[in-house]
Structures are given as C-alpha cells and as structure tokens.
C-alpha cells in the first residue's frame, strides 16, 4: 500500500510538471545585434590630440609562492617587444583625435602615460585527497597598468585608472626543464613544492606569455575605457510555440523570423511604418525617428559601414517594436494563453529599446510585463542588462537629460543616430 501510494505521488507530481510545461506558450529567442557601447569616462573637448608615454618598470619581476615573497628574479626585457607604435596601432579611432608621437608641450594636447608595475610570477600549491604524492602546483603571472591622463602644459593628471590582470600560466608542461632535468609536477610535501617552484617558476616560456598578455590587455583597456566601442550584445527575444491557438501567434513568430533573415540579407523594410501618420506620436515619444544621414562624420569606409548597420538595425527595430505594441492590443489579456502572448510582445519591446539605447522606455516595457506575473527571471534579466548598460551610457547626460556641454566633439556623431 505504502509503494502504491508512493508510485501514485510520483505520477501527480509528473503529470502536474507536465501540465504547467505544456501550458507554456512562449519560448526564448536570444538575438544578436552589433551596436556602439559607450566607455566609463569621456575626454573633455579641451582636447584634440594626444601622445603616448609607455613606461616599462625597471624594477625586478617578483616572485611569490604560496603567499611568501622569494628572491626576485631580473627585469623582464621587453623593450623591443612592446613599443609607442604597438599600442596605438592596437587602438580604436579614439574619437578621431590626433595622434602624436612627441610628447612635448602644446594647447590641447594630452599625455597618455602608460605604465606597467609590479610584474609578478605566483606559484600556488595545491593538494589532491589522495596518493603519496598529493601536492602539486599552479602558476599564475600578473601585473598592472596604470593609465594616467595628463595635461601637456601642465603634466596635471585628470583621469587616471589601474588595471590589475592576474592570468593562468596555460602552456602545457614539457618533459623536461631547461636544465635538462626531469619535470615534477607532484610531490610529497609543501616544502618540496615550494623548493621546486622556486628554482623552475621561469619555465615553460612564461615570459612569452606574460609579454603576449601585456600587448594584447593595454591597448584594448585604454580603448574602452575611452573610446566608443562597436561590439555584438545579445539580446532576449520570445516567440510563441503554438501558432495555430491564436493568429496572432504566427505574426510574433514571423516578425522573430525576420531578424535572422534582415541579418542574412540585410534587405530593405517593405513599407516603413515609423514614417506613418498614425504612429507619429510613439515615434516622437520614443524618439524612433533616424535622424539624418551623418554617415560623414565616420572618417574610414568601416566605420561608415559600422555607422550604417547601426542606423540600419534602429530602423528595423523601430518598426518590429510598432508591430509588437500593435500586437499585443489584439490579444484579452484576462486568457492565460493571449497573456502570454501579450507578455512576449511587452518583452520584445523592451529588448529592442535597449538596443537603443533608451533605457527609459525599456523599463516602462519592462514594468508592464511584471504586471502580468509571468516568468519573473526572464523580466529581471532585461532588467539587470538595462541597468548595466545605461551605467556608461548616461555618464554622457547631465541632470536634464542633455549632452554635456564638455563633451569632446569626437564623440557627438554616436548620438546623432
């Protein structure tokens, strides 16, 4: 009697679980768009062209294992691997300010002063739970750049970041060291760990990849920590899993369809609906509207491009979020099965706002669909993602919502979109 009744709990909590997920009408839709994502702080229009300044630490590369300084080991020579030029070929336009390879005094120039501390060799020791040889070893490289901003004329810092990197040393272990004594990668105690790690931390060609690792990090975190960044952010969409209980279904599902095709082709709207009468009110509210062709202000033919896709997305969007807010006033939200389906289209609108860049009208979306009380994770994801990309962005706007007016000029044409 005991097994049956158990047997029978088990079959009610499958058929309830089987119920409630075969009740669900909506499914996620993750879309990939490329945009311009905007960085942490702006240079003033008080400048207009900068150099570069690379400070390479003279001090000796440190060495610490399991938590104890070692005897240091001599200056990492990389002169000749990382240079002025490097780096500035490793930039973005850095809003098309001048670039100057000298360093001397002049009215709207700044320094860029570019320093590399504390280079660093970490050996940790491991241990596994078995075996009589249950130490072993991890080693790590790490350093800081020290991004310092300074006026030519004055050599006064006025925007100043620290990056700290600290990396896994990935080469695979060779049979041998240098030395052409055998490679150990277990050991018996901590104080043989330790004994070895200080005498071979140097192999296995960490220099090479801590000198691969500085090249790769400086330029791409001065770039976003300055520069308008053009990357692909992925973006929740929902469309409807079964089209034949609602017509309505089938156009959310073939308005989803066409991002992938649109991406494909890149083929033009049919008819676009932002330009449209009746809609020119949402539009103005929303601020959907493109405005103006200022492809010109992007100086080489891929940023022209980049410029173009962009414009190109906000307007397909502009006219998938009209559909969508049409959409959703077809459906009785007081049925479960056209809730859900109003629900996908408040959440697709929200997406698609973010993508915008308007943060004030993807929250309004968002708030909408909490209302409705479906899939709340889904609702804080948008949520959390908005948060996140706004916090750059409005770095740019002051307490009226207008651009600063000590915005460098280099940046204006990415908000003339």
């Known amino acids: 009697m005991i097994v049956t009744m158990r047997v029978f709990k088990i079959v009610l909590f499958c058929f309830f679980v089987a119920t409630n997920l075969n009740a669900q009408s909506y499914k996620s839709d993750y879309q990939t768009f490329y945009s311009f994502g905007f960085p942490e702080k702006y240079i003033t229009n ?32 990389y002169n000749t691997f990382f ?30 002063d570019i320093k590399i501390k504390d280079i660093t060799y970490y050996g940790e020791i491991k241990q596994s739970s078995s075996g009589e040889t249950p130490y072993y070893f991890e080693v790590f490289y790490g350093y800081n750049v020290v991004c310092q901003l300074k006026n030519s004329m004055t050599n006064q810092t006025f ?33 043989e760990v330790k004994s070895y790690l ?59 369809d066409l991002f992938k095709n649109w991406k494909k082709a890149n083929s033009e709207i049919q008819t ?52 969508m807010e049409a959409y959703s006033k077809e459906f009785d939200v007081n049925d479960k099965k056209q809730k859900e389906a109003v629900w996908a289209c408040y959440m697709n609108i929200a997406s698609s706002f973010l993508f915008l860049n308007d943060f004030k009208s993807s929250l309004e979306y968002v708030e909408k669909a909490k209302v409705l009380d479906i899939s709340k994770s ?36 990415y908000f003339n979109i």
């Open 272 to 323: 676009n609906l932002l330009t449209l009468e009746e809609n020119s009110e949402f539009v103005k509210n929303h601020n959907l509207r493109i405005k103006g062709d200022n492809v010109n202000a992007f100086v080489d033919s891929k940023a022209k491009e980049r410029y173009n896709y962009v414009v190109a997305s906000k307007n397909f969007l502009g006219n998938f979020i009209l559909k």
């Open 83 to 112: 240079q002025e030029d490097q780096l500035i070929n490793g930039l973005s336009s850095l809003i098309n300010l001048r670039y100057d390879k000298d360093c001397n005094k002049m009215d709207g120039k700044f320094i860029a």
């Open 159 to 191: 925007l100043e970041k620290t990056i700290v990197v600290k990396n896994s040393h990935s080469k695979p272990g060779a049979d041998k060291n240098t030395d052409g004594t055998p490679r150990i990668y277990n050991f018996k105690t901590k104080a």
């Open 46 to 77: 008080e400048y207009q062209s900068f150099c570069i300044k690379l400070d390479l630490s003279a001090q000796p590369t440190k060495v610490i294992i399991d938590g104890e300084a070692m005897q240091s080991r001599t200056r990492l020579e």
């Open 378 to 413: 889904k609702v804080r994801e948008i949520e959390e993602k908005n948060l996140s990309l706004q916090k750059d962005y409005l770095n740019f706007f002051d307490a009226d919502g207008n651009l600063k007016k000590d915005l460098n000029n280099g940046y204006l044409k």
């Open 198 to 256: 200080n005498k071979y931390i140097e192999e296995n060609l960490i220099v090479n990849e801590l000198i691969h690792s500085i090249q790769s990090t400086v330029a791409p975190a001065l770039s976003s920590w300055l520069d308008v960044q053009y990357f692909p952010n992925t973006y929740f969409f929902s469309r409807m899993s079964k089209e034949d209980k609602h017509p309505f279904y089938k156009k959310i599902n073939e308005e989803i």
